[in-house]
């Protein structure tokens, strides 16, 4: 099969497509046949060596933590799946992901797709989609008439933040820089400040009872941002962490998203029945995976990037 893999840590230029042996499911294994998988800022992380002192790979390493395919193989003792069933899922980081033919993936990470939701675009949603949950409802206990801010509501993470929290009935205030606001206002944010133009402190318009920082903000800004929560509020940062105690009875939440097959297939719902926006900047082949690697390290990504098999 073809699979793009690196096999020394490095620039976008380590990414090497090349023809690899398919692997056999083994127990508790999925074999899929990807339909698409898509770019997360972690996976250039992860090719970059930052992270192989607390998740070492095993080199040569093919990257890509979301899957949307089809099963093609069961290993032994997995039921409930059937040979060409449409899933999708957010695989383990530290094992070889879906820039790939075929990926192995554990199955109780695997989500099955509904009618109605595009197999390609699909791939755009389970790793963020993952995370702004997490951040919101299982960290920030998000509830009802809440005030939250969505730090960073530009991004992928940030898009689906501000949904899940403008329908959870929250009021909601997030930050978007110019090419972001018109979108991160149609997803129901109540409040839109341009971070680029004013400190998002002078900004905000009072305090909140949960804040979520889901943008690679400098130490200092993630200290004012979380100078923004109430007395006893929780402020969740998917990034970087606070650099001094904020006191006040803050709870302070360093979020590391983990999968969730049932919180995934709630999202697959969602997005079927139309609750749910995937937006998609850009669909490319995976002969492009290095290109796009390398356009991420500039800063030229159009936004959302998925890559098709
Ligand atoms: N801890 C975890 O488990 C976890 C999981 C997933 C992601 N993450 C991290 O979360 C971050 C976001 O991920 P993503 O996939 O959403 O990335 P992304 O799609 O690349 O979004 C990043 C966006 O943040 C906005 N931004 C940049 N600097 C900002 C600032 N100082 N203040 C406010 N907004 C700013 C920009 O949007 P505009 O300028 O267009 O508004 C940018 O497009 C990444 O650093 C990623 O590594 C962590």
Same mark, same amino acid.
């Given at each position: 099969? @073809? ?6 840590? %490095? ?6 497509? #090349?023809?690899?042996? *398919?692997? =056999?499911?083994?127990?508790? =294994?999925?074999?899929? @046949? ?12 992860? /090719? ?40 999708? %899922? ?35 949603? +389970? ?15 998000? *509830?009802?008439?809440?005030? $939250? ?28 820089? +110019? ?19 004013? +400190? ?5 318009? %009072?305090?909140?009872? $949960? ?8 130490? #200092? #800004? ?14 969740? *940062? ?5 650099? *001094? ?38 669909? /490319? ?17 159009? %936004? @959302?990037? $998925?890559?098709?098999?």
């Amino acid at each position: 099969m @073809k699979a793009v893999r690196y096999r020394e840590y %490095g620039d976008s230029t380590v990414l090497v497509l #090349e023809d690899v042996p *398919t692997s =056999q499911p083994g127990p508790g =294994q999925v074999l899929v @046949k990807v339909t698409a998988t898509s770019f997360n800022p972690a996976d250039a992380m992860l /090719r970059a060596g930052h992270l192989s002192e607390i998740l070492p790979l095993e080199l040569p390493h093919v990257p890509g933590v979301d899957v949307s395919g089809t099963v093609a193989a069961l290993g032994p003792g997995v039921t409930g799946w059937a040979e060409g069933a449409h899933v999708a %899922g957010f695989l383990p980081l530290n094992a070889d992901g879906a820039s790939a033919d075929y990926v192995l993936a554990p199955a109780d990470v695997l989500a099955p797709l509904p009618q109605g939701v595009d197999p390609v675009d699909v791939a755009a949603l +389970p790793g963020v989609g993952l995370t702004a949950w997490q951040a919101l409802f299982e960290h920030g206990n998000l *509830t009802a008439g809440q005030r $939250v801010l969505v730090n960073g509501a530009g991004g992928a993470v940030g898009g689906y933040a501000v949904q899940y929290a403008h329908q959870a009935d929250a009021y909601v205030s997030a930050t978007a820089g +110019p090419r972001s606001a018109e979108r991160v206002r149609g997803y129901g944010a109540d409040h839109v400040i341009d971070y680029t133009a004013t +400190p998002v402190a002078e900004a905000a318009k %009072g305090l909140f009872d $949960v804040v979520v920082n889901l943008a690679p903000t400098s130490p #200092e #800004e993630t200290d004012a941002l979380a100078a923004l929560t109430v007395d006893g509020g929780v402020f969740v *940062t998917a990034t970087t962490p606070p650099a *001094t105690a904020p006191g006040r009875g803050l709870q302070v939440v360093q979020m590391a998203v983990r999968s969730d097959a049932a919180q995934l297939a709630e999202l697959l719902n969602r997005a079927a029945a139309g609750t749910l926006r995937i937006d998609v900047a850009d669909r /490319r082949p995976l002969a492009d995976l290095a290109a796009v690697h390398a356009q991420a390290g500039q800063g030229a990504l159009k %936004g @959302k990037t $998925v890559i098709t098999l």
